[in-house]
């Protein structure tokens, strides 16, 4: 069974930068399309970015564009999402996700991912 663990949110002032981490295991990090969504407090899931499986082609969504970084590393089992000048606006549980179908296609929807992470807290003060 695969599993996604989430570190590194926190509380930053606006302007801060944090960087958040997602281990997976149980299965093979390299089949892995891997996205990253977020859910404000009375909002749907949104997507945030993706990368590809093996050629490290990213796709993000363009409130976060110029801003965020998503990058994957093999050796660790790992992605992550670089966040920097956040806003108050990026306040949310910032989930991990993990598309299993060997795709080529970087989804942006919830239904495109198979296995999900618990989420971590990320709150941007003004």
């Known amino acids: 069974q695969v599993q996604l663990v989430e570190s590194g949110g926190g509380w930053v002032q606006a302007g801060d930068s944090l960087r958040l981490s997602c281990a997976a295991s149980g299965g093979t990090f390299s089949r892995f399309v891997m996205g990253w969504f977020r859910q404000a407090p009375g909002k749907e899931r949104e997507f945030v970015a993706a990368i590809s499986r093996s050629t490290n082609i990213r796709n993000y969504a363009d409130s976060v564009k110029g801003r965020f970084t998503i990058s994957r590393d093999y050796a660790k089992n790992t992605v992550y999402l670089q966040m920097n000048s956040l806003k108050p606006e990026d306040t949310a549980i910032y989930y991990c996700?993990?598309?299993?179908?060997?795709?080529?296609?970087?989804?942006?929807?919830?239904?495109?991912?198979?296995?999900w992470g618990q989420g971590t807290q990320v709150t941007v003060s003004s």
């Open positions: 996700a993990a598309d299993d179908t060997l795709s080529t296609v970087l989804g942006t929807t919830a239904a495109s991912y198979d296995y």
